[in-house]
């Protein structure tokens, strides 16, 4: 038997308009070679909001995933079957989006930038071997909230 112990820790920090949202993750397995998994995760969302012409709420702001390095599990597409490597490590790389997501009455609406750090802080950006991180791309969003 492998047991798998984890603890999750999180914290929310409010500065008038901006919010610091934040969580750490430990996580260790009684046999890391049967289940490999990274020893620290972390998540952090800062944000600021704000009212413009007091009708358009808006919200400003980056978040950023990141895990440590770890020997993580391969994919065989051939076979369909995830499969436990030891050669090559992922993880060691901040994963960062900046976003403005924006409310006029019923209207919602984003604007994204995900992996905008893609090529700035190192070249290790692989969720698993062989399997890299999307790119970095332009993300736009629109909801329509309709009453009955």
């Known amino acids: 038997s492998v047991q798998v112990v984890h603890a999750t820790l999180g914290q929310d920090f409010n500065f008038g308009p ?28 800062l944000s600021v909001q704000f009212r413009i012409a007091k009708v358009l709420r808006v919200q400003l702001g980056l978040d950023c995933s990141y895990f440590t390095e770890y020997k993580s599990i391969d994919y065989q597409p051939a076979t369909m079957v995830f499969y436990n490597q030891s050669g090559i490590k992922c993880g060691n790389y901040p994963f ?11 209207v919602r609406f984003y604007v994204m930038i995900s992996h905008v750090n893609q ?19 332009f993300q736009m969003g629109l909801c329509v909230d309709f009453q009955n």
């Open 18 to 45: 901006v919010t610091w949202a934040n969580s750490v993750t430990w996580q260790t397995s009684s046999d890391e070679s049967a289940i490999p998994l990274p020893k620290l995760s972390l998540y952090s969302n």
């Open 119 to 137: 090529g700035l802080t190192g070249d290790n950006y692989f969720s698993m071997p062989h399997y890299p991180l999307n790119p970095r791309r």
């Open 96 to 106: 960062v989006n900046a976003f403005i997501n924006m409310k006029l009455s019923r």
